[in-house]
C-alpha cells in the first residue's frame, strides 16, 4: 500500500471508518463481512465463508500464512440497532471523524477492534499463521454465528494456540484489562398458578400473588454466594412481575415473573434450576413452574501462557500492565474457549450500545500496535 493512501489496510482508521458507514444493524446481511473478506483477501488470506442451512448468517473464516502456531482474531460486523437517528450529533452510519474520535454505530462495538485486528496482520511480520473468525451475529440470537464457526473448525479438526475477541473490554485505556473469563447468565420465567376467587372470600381461593411475592423475596434475598478469587459474587434480578389483573375485587389465578441471573463457577445452569425449582415448591407445592428461557454457562479461561503473551505485548508497547477480570456480559469468547486458549483485548468500553457511540482515533492506533506486537511475538505455547 502506498503512504498516505485513505485505503491503505494498514490504517486502522481508514478501515474502521469504512465499516462504520455500512449499515449492519443484526444480522450483518453481508455487506460489512464481504468488505472484511475483500480486504483480508487483498493481504493474500485463504477465504471460507460458513453460512448454516437457513440461518441466514454469514460468517468468515480467513487464513494468513500457512505452517507454524496459529493465533486468530475473532470479531462481528453486526452492531445494535441506532435508536432514534435524531438523538445523534452525527449520524449513526456516517463515520464522521471530529475531536480525535470517529463516530457511528459499530465504531467502539466492534468494527473498531476488528479493524485494528485486520491492519495489525496488514503490518506485521507473520511468524506462523493468523487466523480471522467474524461473525455477522453476535449482537442478536447469535445461534449460527460463532457456534458455527466453532462448529466447523471442530468438524475439520482446526483450533488454535491462542485466540484474541477483539470487542471493547478495556477499563479506561487500552490494554488496561484482559478479559480471562465471563460470569454466565440465565434467564427464566417462573408461573404459579392458584385458584381464582373473590376478595371477600380468600379462603375459597388460593392466591398466586402472594405465593410468587414469597417465591421472588427469598430468591432475592438470599445470597448465591460469596464469591471466588476470580469472580464477584454471583446475583439475581427479578426483570418483571406480571399478573395483569384489572379486577379489584377478584384474586387471579396466576402469576408469573421473569428473573436473569448473573453467576459465576460456583454454579452450572443446572445446579441454578434446581435452586429455583427447590424455592418455588417450598412455597407453592405442586402449583410453580420453573422455565428456563436461556442460558450460558460461567467459564474461566485456563490459559496462563497465552494471557501471558498478551500482557507482555501491552507492556511493550503501551508500558501498561493489564489486570485480569471477569466481569461485564457474555460474549463469543464462551464458544471459542473451547478450542483453545481465549483473552478478550480490544478498545475502551465507553460507549458501546449508547447514542454517539465512539472509539478515539488514538485508541485505534494503540490497539493496532499491540496486536501487530502479538503477531509478531507469538509463538507455540509451551
Ligand atoms: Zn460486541
Request: charged share 20%; proline share 6%; net charge negative.
Amino acid at each position: 500500500m502506498a503512504d498516505g493512501d485513505p485505503s491503505a489496510l494498514d490504517d486502522p482508521v481508514a478501515l474502521a471508518r469504512t465499516l462504520v458507514r455500512i449499515d449492519s444493524v443484526t444480522p450483518d446481511k453481508g455487506e460489512a463481512i464481504d468488505q472484511v473478506a475483500a480486504w483480508l483477501g487483498e493481504l493474500g488470506a485463504h477465504l471460507w465463508h460458513i453460512e448454516e442451512a437457513g440461518a441466514r448468517v454469514p460468517n468468515l473464516i480467513a487464513r494468513l500464512g500457512r505452517g507454524g502456531p496459529r493465533l486468530a482474531f475473532a470479531g462481528h460486523t453486526d452492531v445494535v440497532p441506532p435508536g432514534d437517528p435524531g438523538l445523534w450529533s452525527h449520524p449513526p452510519f456516517s463515520g464522521a471523524i471530529a475531536d480525535g474520535k470517529l463516530f457511528g454505530r459499530g465504531a467502539c462495538d466492534m468494527k473498531g477492534g476488528l479493524a485494528c485486528a485486520i491492519a495489525a496482520a496488514a503490518r506485521a511480520e507473520i511468524p506462523g499463521e493468523v487466523w480471522f473468525y467474524v461473525t455477522g451475529d453476535e449482537e442478536g440470537p447469535a445461534r449460527h454465528g460463532t457456534a458455527a464457526i466453532v462448529r466447523w473448525l471442530a468438524a475439520h479438526g482446526l483450533g488454535f494456540d491462542g485466540c484474541i475477541v477483539a470487542e471493547p473490554t478495556s477499563g479506561a485505556a487500552v490494554g488496561d484489562t484482559l478479559k480471562v473469563g465471563r460470569r454466565g447468565s440465565l434467564n427464566a420465567r417462573l408461573t404459579v398458578t392458584g385458584s381464582q376467587g373473590h376478595t371477600a372470600f380468600p379462603h375459597q381461593a388460593d392466591n398466586p400473588v402472594h405465593r410468587l411475592a414469597a417465591i421472588v423475596h427469598e430468591l432475592a434475598t438470599a445470597p448465591l454466594d460469596a464469591g471466588t478469587a476470580r469472580f464477584e459474587p454471583s446475583t439475581l434480578q427479578v426483570s418483571s412481575f406480571d399478573v395483569g389483573n384489572p379486577a379489584t375485587n377478584v384474586i387471579p389465578a396466576q402469576a408469573r415473573a421473569a428473573l436473569n441471573l448473573r453467576f459465576n463457577t460456583e454454579h452450572t445452569a443446572a445446579s441454578l434450576e434446581g435452586w429455583l425449582g427447590a424455592v418455588a415448591e417450598r412455597h407453592a407445592p405442586g402449583r410453580a413452574r420453573v422455565e428456563i428461557v436461556d442460558v450460558s454457562d460461567a467459564f474461566l479461561a485456563d490459559a496462563p501462557a497465552f494471557q501471558r503473551c498478551v500482557a507482555d505485548a501491552v507492556a511493550t508497547t503501551l508500558a501498561r500492565s493489564p489486570q485480569a477480570s471477569t466481569s461485564g456480559g457474555t460474549s463469543d469468547a464462551r464458544f471459542l474457549k473451547d478450542l483453545g486458549p481465549v483473552v478478550e483485548l480490544g478498545t475502551v468500553g465507553h460507549s458501546l450500545h449508547r447514542i454517539d457511540e465512539w472509539v478515539g482515533l488514538a485508541e485505534l492506533a494503540e490497539l493496532t500496535r499491540v496486536f501487530t506486537a502479538v503477531i509478531e511475538s507469538f509463538r507455540e505455547p509451551a
